[in-house]
């Protein structure tokens, strides 16, 4: 489905898998790390936290792919995406900290993009405001930014299949004026 560089691969997640993902949201979530409160209280925090992210990704994205990323066999990361009819939509990507900025999440977003490209779809996700090198990755890979709110920044990419199919769309419009003036010359605003 999605073509990556020969060391990595995506797999389902299993079972025994938890423990890696518990740990992996825990690198991710400095900001309740840092509270000056009781570690035990931290961590159940934090537990909360994935248990509500999980949750919401459930209800809103039933059929999402939910894939662990090996790299030369090894958890690297893990990846939650949703393959509507209209784009493909990263839902969330991580990577732990030890393998950071070494191109692994790159090469995801590139074989998403080719994937999207090949589809005729677009890419969307949602990145958090404050993610410095996430949205720097999105922009070189060609995302843009369509709308933010206090939180998180919603990004696009579209491939040039679906720029080229937007393009026609948004011609659309004129086509149908035309078809409104009548053999005449004369514009009949009922036709």
Do not use: C
Not at 130 to 150: E, H, K, M, P
Request: proline share 3%.
């Amino acid at each position: 489905m999605y073509k990556l560089p020969a060391a990595l691969a995506l797999r389902e997640v299993y079972d025994d898998d938890q423990a890696f993902l518990d740990a992996l949201y825990a690198s991710r979530r400095e900001d309740l790390r840092q509270m000056p409160m009781d570690a035990a209280f931290i961590a159940q925090m934090i537990k909360m936290q994935q248990h509500v992210q999980m949750e919401g990704v459930r209800m809103n994205y039933p059929d999402a792919m939910h894939r662990v990323i090996e790299r030369a066999g090894q958890a690297v990361g893990r990846v939650i995406i949703n393959a509507g009819s209209d784009d493909i939509r990263l839902i969330d990507i991580a990577i732990i900290p030890s393998v950071q900025r070494q191109g692994i999440a790159r090469a995801i977003l590139l074989a998403l993009q080719a994937d999207a490209q090949g589809q005729g779809k677009g890419v969307s996700l949602a990145v958090e405001q404050t993610n410095f090198a996430a949205r720097g990755l999105y922009l070189q890979l060609g995302f843009v930014a369509i709308s933010a709110d206090a939180l998180f920044e919603q990004m696009h990419w579209r491939s040039q299949a679906a720029a080229e199919e937007q393009a026609m769309i948004d011609l659309l419009p004129a086509t149908t004026l035309a078809h409104k003036i009548t053999q005449q010359g004369q514009f009949d605003a009922t036709a």
